[in-house]
Nanobody, 127 residues
Framework: QVQLVESGGGLVQAGDSLRLSCAASGRTFGVYDMAWFRQAPGKERELVAAISRSGGRTYYADSVKGRFTFTLSRDNENVVYLQLNSLKPEDTAVYYC???????????????????WGQGTQVTVSS
């Protein structure tokens, strides 16, 4: 079992940056590939970024490519980060950390394919 806790969300202006953190308890991240999803009001939960358990492979949705960066912590193997730069109002959503993807590949775009979820952290970008 893995328990995930996100932090770092907030209210910012367009063009600003945020760094989201996801901390795990239970089994360490070294065992799991990780992902960040987001869900805006009235929309489905969408995959934003994913990283393999070694950190060697990453995936980014087209909408965030070049602006968001998913990294593993150098100091704590139970923490991962999502750096959000050049934020836009359309990035406003609740951001969720996920782990334990099914299917054998390091990520899936389907939220139902992930076993473990955090409670989410709100990111609001004003124009």
């Amino acid at each position: 079992q893995v328990q995930l806790v996100e932090s770092g969300g907030g209210l910012v202006q367009a063009g600003d940056s945020l760094r989201l953190s996801c901390a795990a308890s239970g089994r360490t991240f070294g065992v799991y590939d990780m992902a960040w999803f987001r869900q805006a009001p009235g929309k489905e939960r969408e995959l934003v970024a994913a990283i393999s358990r070694s950190g060697g492979r990453t995936y980014y949705a087209d909408s965030v490519k070049g602006r968001f960066t998913f990294t593993l912590s150098r100091d704590n193997e139970n923490v991962v980060y999502l750096q959000l730069n050049s934020l836009k109002p359309e990035d406003t959503a609740v951001y969720y950390c996920a782990a334990g993807v099914k299917g054998g590949y390091y990520y899936s775009v389907g939220a139902t394919q992930y076993r473990y979820w955090g409670q989410g952290t709100q990111v609001t970008v004003s124009s």
